[in-house]
């Protein structure tokens, strides 16, 4: 069965700090990852989406990174702001699952002033 | 294009009353999804649509039923609430396929008393 962990569940760091979040995920066949911003009381926003023959995927001042062979995609955000305050979430799709994701618990990021 | 639409935002229901969860996408996209969030549980599957006419089984579908009589339109129904079912419901569609974005709509917030 496939599973994705996000560690930690929450962090704090200061402005302007550069950061990672973590995602690892149990079935090395994986076809794609997907990662998601979150709002409180709002819907997911889709970041950057990886394919499985992609290392790695950048948008602005994110950086998604993709290795198959240890299981982990990692999140980079450079200069981190207030308004990157969200939650995370990464999401695995395999072949086969007719695109259905398998979702992490996500990391709650808070960028203090 | 106003993308995913999520229709009510916010539902109080009584256990034992049925409802139905209304989902609509405007971008013609093929494959559709219901998640359900509950706190520590992360997103879990309900039911998804491959296509219009089509409906499957995800992780979670107990206690619901689905249809897509319409391409751009994906039904969940609860048919007797329990108050198990209290969650925040997302509704999701993709493009082609496994392999595309993940767009998401702004969620619908149940609670059954």
């Known amino acids: 069965k496939q599973e994705v962990t996000q560690i930690p569940a929450a962090l704090s760091v200061p402005e302007g700090e550069n950061l990672v979040l973590n995602c690892s995920f149990t079935?090395?066949?994986?076809?794609?990852l997907q990662w998601f911003r979150q709002d409180p009381g709002k819907g997911l926003t889709s970041l950057l989406l990886i394919q499985s023959s992609q290392r790695e995927q950048t948008s602005g001042r994110l950086n998604a990174s993709l290795d198959k062979s240890s299981g982990r995609s990692t999140l980079y955000i450079a200069a981190s702001q207030p308004g990157d305050s969200a939650t995370y979430l990464c999401?695995?799709?395999?072949?086969?699952?007719?695109?259905?994701?398998?979702f992490g618990k996500g990391t709650k990021l808070s960028v203090k002033p | 294009n106003a993308g995913v639409t999520q229709t009510p935002k916010f539902r109080v229901l009584k256990t034992g009353q049925s409802m139905t969860l209304l989902c609509a996408q405007d971008m013609n996209h093929e494959y559709m999804y219901w998640y359900r969030q509950d706190p520590g549980m992360g997103l879990r599957l309900i039911h998804y649509?491959?296509?219009?006419?089509?409906?499957a089984k995800g992780e979670v579908p107990d206690g619901y039923n689905v249809s897509r009589l319409k391409k751009q339109n994906f039904l969940l129904g609860l048919e007797s609430a329990a108050p198990s079912q209290t969650s925040v419901y997302f509704c999701a569609s993709i493009n082609r396929g496994p392999g595309d974005t993940q767009y998401f709509g702004p969620g619908t917030r149940l609670t059954v008393l």
């Open positions: 649509s491959v296509g219009e006419g089509t409906t």
């Open positions: 999401a695995g799709g395999w072949r086969g699952s007719q695109g259905n994701l398998i």
């Open positions: 079935d090395s066949a994986i076809y794609n």
